[in-house]
């Protein structure tokens, strides 16, 4: 069997680094609305990957998250005036429901962001501590020129990625590129948890790295 890798951008002999049970993390929705077509695609594909891997007589544990906090769910709180919890469990409960209607099986795990703070705290904590992370303000960027492989993956050079192209440029950041992996409390009911940085909650970019190493 040959799976694509994205690194070497060539298709190679599938080799699990556990002979055993097989381990797939996937990124799951973000769930502030119901989930469309397009959300539905990736959904399919490792459903179909895994049943695969199955019936060719392998062990697999599957974990896909639920990203159960982030600026869109704040927002939809606030259109309704309901907690962000709440939004958070309405269209989880909605995901369940239309990926059985599409025969998507349910996950070996389904880990929320908001079960798994204190596992990213200390995952931005390490990062601070070597110097790939930095505070300013109560928020915590990651410092994108420190870590000399980033892009790699992408196949993108650092001096050639577009300023400001994903998120407004931000005036507080060492260099325009570097990213949020904590973002500090604006508002006394904006939903937040403590941290070494004060009360925030986490980026969405350092989420599924904390999550996908637990």
């Not at 996937?26 to 119901?34: E, H, L, Q, R, S």
């Not at 958070?88 to 209607?101: L, S, V």
């Amino acid at each position: 069997m040959k799976v694509y890798n994205t690194l070497t951008s060539r298709k190679e002999e599938f080799k699990p680094a556990d002979a055993e049970e097989i381990k797939i993390y996937v990124c799951g929705p973000t769930v502030y609305n119901y989930f469309h077509i397009g959300n539905a695609r990736p959904f399919v594909v490792f459903d179909t990957l895994r049943r695969y891997l199955e019936y060719r007589g392998n062990r697999v544990k599957f974990v896909q998250n639920f990203t159960d906090v982030d600026d869109k769910i704040i927002a939809k709180a606030r259109e309704e005036g309901v907690s962000a919890t709440q939004i958070g469990e309405t269209y989880i409960k909605a995901y369940f429901e239309d990926a059985a209607a599409l025969n998507i099986r349910k996950a070996s795990a389904h880990p929320k962001v908001t079960e798994n703070i204190d596992v990213i705290i200390d995952f931005i904590k390490t990062l601070e501590d070597k110097g790939y992370a930095y505070a300013v303000n109560g928020d915590v960027y990651f410092s994108t020129r420190k870590f000399e492989p980033y892009g790699k993956l992408s196949k993108q050079n650092v001096e050639d990625l577009e300023i400001g192209a994903r998120v407004d440029a931000d005036e507080r950041k060492h260099d325009p590129l570097d990213f949020a992996l904590w973002k500090k409390r604006k508002d006394d009911d904006e939903i937040a948890w403590d941290s070494p940085w004060g009360f925030g909650r986490p980026g969405w970019h350092i989420e599924c790295s904390a999550m996908s190493k637990k």
